[in-house]
């Protein structure tokens, strides 16, 4: 089993910009997807961004441009900076790994974002 936490999640202002990380317990250098999830309030948990081991990236169209995801494997870490924030990304934000068929979550991590 892999386990993931969060940290860097906080209040900031629109405008601000937050580094997310995710600390996982298993080397993560191979064969896996690692990805942030959202879940704003009131609504459904949503995908922000995902990073493969091969280093290849997708992001929603809504953070496209403002949110990278990264990853350094020999930390076993997946990182998310987050630039241009404004109220709409308010959410906690979940760590997800996947391989095959399974998959983990991090308990996620808030971030409010004041306008």
């Known amino acids: 089993q892999v386990q993931l936490v969060e940290s860097g999640g906080g209040l900031v202002q629109a405008g601000g910009s937050l580094r997310l990380s995710c600390a996982t317990s298993?080397?993560?250098?191979?064969?896996?997807?690692m990805g942030w999830y959202r879940r704003a309030p009131g609504k459904q948990r949503e995908l922000v961004a995902t990073i493969t081991s091969g280093a290849i990236t997708a992001y929603a169209d809504s953070v496209k441009g403002r949110f990278t995801i990264s990853r350094d494997n020999a930390k076993n870490t997946v990182y998310l900076q987050m630039n241009s924030l404004n109220p709409a990304d308010t959410a906690v934000y979940y760590c997800?790994?996947?391989?095959?068929?399974?998959?983990?979550w991090g308990p996620g991590t808030q971030v409010p974002v004041s306008s």
């Open positions: 298993k080397n993560i250098y191979s064969s896996n997807t």
């Open positions: 997800n790994y996947q391989r095959s068929f399974y998959t983990a």
